[in-house]
């Protein structure tokens, strides 16, 4: 992820930025922007604020970039988390996806009555995760306002690259797969 901000001039000063789950790796090369909130649901030594990314609490057209890394796999509404994200963005804005896929699944596959976190392990991955998205993760942003590019940003990479960033990816489920959803302006 930090690599795909970087190459892709997502870092300049100037742009306002909403970084949820504030990653240890990442924070420091976002914290210096003209406006950084380094947002979760709970307080956190990178936190600025706590809030339930449903409700996100900034008005509209806020943000500039939104970066949201294995979030939305916990939320359960995410489509509601989607469009409050394209919301708080200007036009254009961009927001940086990276969740859990299952390639090989269509759809995202979802039970709000599986609440048991063995259960939850078993069919997400996670005791917390509440789904594990299919190749539909594109289409959901689609539907909640945005305009959906995935980058082929790894396959561009040096052999040495993706060595040294670990990034081959030979599971069925990708941890990897970068989706950049642009708003409207």
Excluded: N, W
């Excluded at 909403?18 to 990178?46: C, F, T």
């Excluded at 269509?106 to 259960?119: G, K, L, W």
């Excluded at 996670?126 to 539909?136: E, I, N, P, T």
């Excluded at 305009?147 to 990816?169: E, I």
């Amino acid at each position: 992820m930090l690599l795909f901000l970087r190459d892709s001039g997502l870092l300049h000063p100037a742009l306002r930025v909403l970084h949820l789950a504030p990653e240890e790796g990442i924070h420091p090369h976002l914290k210096h922007r003209q406006l950084y909130v380094g947002a979760d649901l709970s307080a956190g030594p990178r936190v600025d604020h706590t809030f339930d990314i449903q409700r996100v609490p900034f008005p509209d057209a806020s943000f500039d970039l939104v970066v949201c890394s294995h979030v939305l796999e916990h939320v359960p509404d995410d489509r509601l988390a989607m469009r409050e994200l394209a919301r708080v963005l200007t036009g254009p804005g961009r927001a940086v996806f990276q969740h859990p896929i299952d390639t090989g699944a269509e759809a995202t596959a979802e039970d709000p009555s599986v609440v048991d976190p063995d259960e939850r392990e078993r069919l997400y991955g996670q005791f917390d995760h509440v789904r594990l998205y299919g190749r539909d993760f594109a289409a959901r942003l689609e539907q909640s306002g945005f305009r959906v590019d995935r980058p082929t940003y790894a396959s561009g990479l040096s052999r040495d690259d993706h060595d040294r960033f670990a990034l081959h990816d030979t599971s069925p489920v990708s941890m990897g797969e970068i989706y950049l959803g642009v708003t409207a302006g």
